[in-house]
């Protein structure tokens, strides 16, 4: 298996554009995580899905952040507009219900968003 | 809210010796996972621990978990270069599905 599979690895925009942050989990995983890290505040959940159902979303910082997940397989999380204080590591992951991995999260290698 | 929080944030050592890394939850934890980062890295799994008092133990990494589950800690013996990184605690709370608090992280640096 490839792993969580994040698209674009890194990002330059300006302030004021959209964002969007791709995800691809593991297959056949059921939950799914986004987070973000910076120095200051360090990893911080924003949003999870459970079998495509956004669960928990009171990570996300305000209306300018959404995210999707339309099928088990991929997950978008969009800034609109973005902001400078948006600058961090964006990390996407996933976890299975059973097996011998069940709760384990394993992480995708991160999209560096930097807001100009 | 749920919080965890680790203790230190940051650690020098030189090689060889010890790591400690501690971590307290404000309640009561169903389990609690162990991820390790490294420098420009993502975080990954290391461990999970259930019961309470558990004591799990990787070659030079020593795993405990409270016996009131609140908190655990990781114990590194005769630190290496290669343990050089982030350490972070993940707590998981009753009911809440697969989601995890992740702890504030003890960042390790190994003096050669």
């Known amino acids: 298996d490839a792993g969580v599979i994040q698209s674009p690895r890194h990002e330059v925009t300006e302030m004021g554009q959209e964002v969007t942050l791709r995800c691809k989990p593991i297959s056949g995983h059921n939950s799914l995580f986004w987070y973000r890290q910076t120095m200051m505040r360090g990893l911080e959940l924003l949003i999870y899905?459970?079998?495509?159902?956004?669960?928990?979303d009171s990570g996300m910082p305000e209306d300018r952040f959404s995210a999707k997940m339309p099928n088990a397989s991929f997950s978008t999380l969009k800034i609109q507009p973005s902001e400078p204080r948006d600058s961090a590591v964006y990390f996407c992951?996933?976890?299975?219900?059973?097996?011998?991995?069940?709760?384990?999260?394993?992480f995708g290698p991160g999209t560096r968003l930097t807001v100009l | 809210g749920q919080q965890v929080m680790q203790i230190p944030q940051y650690q020098h050592v030189q090689e060889g010796e010890d790591f400690t890394t501690y971590c307290n939850s404000s309640?009561?934890?169903?389990?609690i996972q162990w991820y390790k980062q490294r420098p420009g890295g993502h975080p990954v799994f290391l461990i999970q621990?259930?019961?309470?008092?558990e004591v799990k133990k990787q070659k030079r990494l020593t795993f405990q978990f409270g016996e009131a589950k609140k908190n655990s800690s990781l114990h590194i013996t005769a630190t290496q270069t290669t343990d050089v990184g982030t350490y972070f605690c993940?707590?998981?709370?009753?009911?809440?599905?697969?989601?995890?608090?992740f702890g504030t992280g003890t960042k390790l640096q190994v003096i050669p």
């Open positions: 899905f459970n079998n495509n159902v956004p669960i928990d």
């Open positions: 309640t009561t934890l169903s389990n």
């Open positions: 621990l259930v019961k309470s008092g």
């Open positions: 992951a996933s976890s299975g219900a059973i097996g011998p991995s069940y709760n384990e999260q394993f």
């Open positions: 993940a707590g998981r709370h009753s009911g809440g599905y697969q989601k995890v608090t």
